[in-house]
């Protein structure tokens, strides 16, 4: 993407044809080829080198011509002194086809920028007004950079471009301003000397060459990375320099809309469905607007609020669930048993205050669809521990509260009411057995005497996990979990200092050397989980992380190669004269066989409570255990369970198909037992029609279970069917439903120029901000940047004396030896 600096001279081979000159050359040199092989069948009853000469000299004057007919054209390029390097970054995001006017023939934003670079018609742009001085990039962006086109391209054929050859749509679903500048980094610290352009004998390092780079954008960064300023800062100590042109308005549209909307995924079918809508509201100021959740065409819940000011409403909603699961009950097939239930909900918006306009500003946005899994049997977690901790206590006592789960708690060693391990099926059990273990959803483990677990309840643990279990790793002030080895498989980190004894000095000391927690919050990868978000605004949450309570001391640890850290630790260091500040892993995760594990390496989330009660506790741990946790089968017939790992999808994504076939319950007629090696397939349907075949594989042959991967799904609503060998067509009855809705990343939320970040962008980077209306004023910053010049020249070779004469010179000789060898 980033030009580096050309030799002093430069010579490419163009045609005046259309074609390129690979294609040319490949016709031209076919053609000789032919022609030889035609007038082999006429020499090859000759002697010596003439047998194969005057094929060669025949062939060789048809490539001529034909490449003297393409109308070649050799193009010189020479660099004197050293010329800018340009780069111009256009934003190609949907909030780029805004074209901030009433009239719709009018150009969009990112037309009017490609015209402001290239020009229109007759007008010319800004590349052709820089390029015999600079050379330049064209580049455009969404969430990832692209390069359009380079100045410096002796290989491209289009060196005269217009806004009508370089064609950029205006299609990305999410903008990442500092897609265009990180690439830049790298390679700007790599120049050296030897790079340099000059053709004097000057040798002046190429890293003095003057650079800039031109933002063309609106400026709102939907990605959320929001480190454009910090990235233009480091740049401008490289020696660039960073503008940025704000695109578009400087005034938010009126417009009404549905940004957001936050809700559980799965709840008890007889419970309460609660959640927060995000509704958006410009220029509508002392209005009245009305938010309505339907489930189908009934109204279920609605609310009435006035806009005070311009921005963002959060609006909590609340509303039953059972008579809405009771409808959709009595409709269901005959012989068809459904684990949940799925409700689909629309949430809108609309201007009480306006008669018969429901919509404002962007069409489509005044909707947001969703989906609600309605459980009828609850999920039940077991928690095991080997003391009755304050986090194991609350834990249990806001799950127990909650009617969709059904939680055992198994508390044993020293200190407890069972003194000593007991595995079984009963109350206060440790599970002995696979069917124990399979009995729940998630497990949460926490500080166990590790002299009482043994490797048989390790292997438990691990076979529950790989066939699609979840489990919560709990660590303490004790750091137990690094003393059972037998656990080490599972687990998603190193212990950088185990704690392996039990001896209490030992332990005191261990703890007094345990880093102090600063903080904690979410990392780069942790951010777009749904497990970290405590606020449904994305900065509001980085905030609110960095004032959670923390714990005393964690250990320290590092994730391994297969795990990903969602979470870190900020902890002073003391090991050094001077504190400092560094990060441990404080929830990090990974996926083992079907199942997921996630280790958390404090047990003090209970003081989150301070203040608040259960508010930010509970979102946590219900986030948690349902990124913890597989989906269950969502359907079964009597012969098969079919469920998804999700319920709606972006457009793009795979879905991942479970299957398992049920072995308790045969077909009339089968005597012969269900093969392991059943074929089964996944039968995705859209509109009563079959769209794909999946093959699914075995999963695991003693539970007859099968999985399978959707290739990358368009939006609409899907059915999947099981089809499976020794089974007739009409028994396998069951259908899980799937939603693929576009992608939404708030592209579309704000539209006007965001100046403020453009401006912090340009100031960072040691650059200009201006905005379009009089864009035309960053020349003055770019064409002083120039000490070079480029000199650009053709030779029309066509028109040259000596190429007709080659050819002459090659077919008199051919006519030579023909009559020499006595051909007519």
């Given amino acids: 993407m980033i030009p580096g600096w050309t030799p002093p001279m430069l010579a490419s081979l ?7 000159a690979w294609a040319i050359l490949a016709i031209a040199i076919a053609t000789g080829i032919a022609a030889a092989w035609l007038y082999l069948r006429e020499t090859r009853q000759l002697t010596g080198s003439a047998a194969w000469v005057l094929p060669a000299l025949r062939s060789t004057a048809i490539i001529l011509t034909i490449l003297l007919l393409a109308g070649p054209i050799w193009h010189h390029r020479q660099v004197i002194g050293q010329p800018a390097r340009l780069i111009f970054a256009v934003d190609q995001s949907l909030s780029m086809s805004e074209r901030d006017s009433s009239d719709q023939q009018s150009p969009d ?27 330049i990039d064209v580049t455009s962006f969404d969430a990832a950079a692209q390069s359009r086109w380079k100045s410096y391209d002796l290989d491209d054929d289009s060196q005269n471009p217009s806004s009508e050859t370089v064609l950029i749509e205006a299609n990305g679903t999410t903008t990442n301003l500092s897609a265009t500048l990180r690439p830049i980094l790298p390679s700007s610290g790599n120049l050296t000397s030897a790079e340099s352009t000059s053709n004097s004998n000057d040798e002046s390092d190429a890293t003095a060459s003057p650079m800039a780079v031109v933002l063309m954008t609106d400026g709102r960064d939907s990605a959320g990375v929001d480190d454009a300023s910090d990235l233009a800062w480091q740049l401008s100590q490289s020696g660039w320099q960073v503008h940025a042109i704000g695109v578009g308005s400087v005034d938010e549209p009126s417009d009404i809309g549905i940004t957001n909307v936050l809700h559980p995924e799965r709840i008890a079918s007889d419970g309460r469905l609660t959640g927060t809508i995000v509704a958006k509201h410009f220029g509508v100021i002392n209005e009245s607007l009305q938010i309505n959740v339907r489930s189908g065409e009934k109204v279920v819940w609605s609310e009435t609020f006035v806009a005070t000011q311009d921005g963002q409403t959060e609006i909590e909603f609340d509303l039953p669930m059972e008579p809405l699961t009771n409808q959709l009950a009595d409709n269901e097939v005959r012989g068809v048993d459904r684990d949940s239930v799925v409700l689909p909900f629309s949430a809108s918006i609309r201007n009480t205050d306006q008669t018969g306009q429901t919509t404002l500003g962007q069409p489509g946005n005044d909707r947001w669809d969703f989906r609600i899994a309605a459980a009828s049997r609850d999920r039940r977690l077991l928690i095991l521990d080997g003391s009755s901790r304050w986090e194991t206590r609350y834990l249990r006592n806001l799950l127990s509260r909650d009617p969709a789960w059904q939680v055992d708690t198994v508390l044993f060693g020293p200190g407890t009411d069972s003194p000593v391990i007991r595995r079984g099926n009963e109350d206060g059990d440790v599970p002995a057995t696979a069917e124990d273990w399979n009995r729940y959803d998630a497990i949460v483990l926490g500080e166990v005497p590790p002299e009482q677990w043994t490797n048989v309840d390790s292997d438990g643990l691990r076979e529950f996990v790989r066939r699609g279990g979840g489990l919560i790793m709990l660590n303490g002030r004790y750091n137990r979990l690094s003393r059972i080895e037998s656990l080490n498989e599972l687990l998603p980190v190193d212990f950088v200092d185990p704690a392996v004894t039990s001896n209490n000095d030992d332990l005191l000391q261990y703890q007094r050397q345990q880093p102090a927690v600063q903080s904690i919050g979410p990392t780069a990868t942790g951010r777009s989980q749904p497990v970290m978000l405590l606020s449904t605004d994305i900065e509001s949450n980085e905030q609110l992380w960095r004032r959670m309570p923390v714990p005393s001391a964690i250990p320290v640890t590092t994730a391994r190669a297969d795990a990903e850290v969602w979470a870190d630790a900020f902890v002073e260091t003391t090991g050094t004269s001077t504190p400092t500040e560094s990060r441990v892993p404080w929830m990090v995760t990974r996926l083992f066989g079907a199942g997921r594990v996630f280790y958390l390496a404090t047990d ?23 990124a913890a946790m597989q989906p269950p089968y969502a359907v079964r017939d009597d012969y098969v369970a079919i469920g998804t790992d999700r319920i709606d999808y972006e457009s793009g994504q795979s879905a991942l198909i479970r299957v398992r076939l049920l072995s308790n319950e045969r077909q009339p007629g089968d005597n012969l037992g269900i093969a392991t090696s059943a074929t089964v397939d996944a039968l995705l349907i859209r509109d009563d029609q079959i769209v794909a075949t999946i093959p699914m594989k075995l999963d695991d042959a003693s539970r007859q279970t099968y999985l399978s991967q959707t290739e990358p799904l368009s939006p609409g609503s899907y059915r999947v069917r099981i089809r499976a060998s020794g089974y007739d067509a009409s028994a396998l009855k069951a259908t899980a439903p799937i939603w693929v809705e576009s992608t939404r990343k708030g592209e579309l939320d704000r539209v006007a120029v965001d100046e403020t970040t453009l401006r912090e962008i340009a100031s960072a980077g040691g650059g200009s901000y201006f905005h379009e209306s009089s864009s035309d004023d960053v020349l003055n910053k770019l064409i002083p940047l120039s000490r070079g010049q480029i000199i650009e020249t053709d030779t029309l070779i066509w028109e040259s004396w000596w190429l007709f004469v080659v050819i002459l010179a090659l077919l008199a000789t051919e006519w030579w030896m023909r009559k020499k060898v006595g051909l007519v």
Wanted: proline content about 2%; aromatic content about 16%; hydrophobic content about 35%.
């Fill in 604 to 626: 003090q989330t209970w003081r989150w409570r301070y203040k608040i009660e259960s508010q930010l506790h509970g979102r946590f741990w219900n986030q948690m255990l349902t």
């Fill in 14 to 20: 163009r045609f005046s044809w259309d074609l390129p």
């Fill in 109 to 135: 934003r990112l037309q009017r920028s490609v015209e402001k670079l290239f020009g229109k018609g007759k007008q010319g742009g800004w590349v052709e007004t820089l390029q015999s001085t600079h050379l």
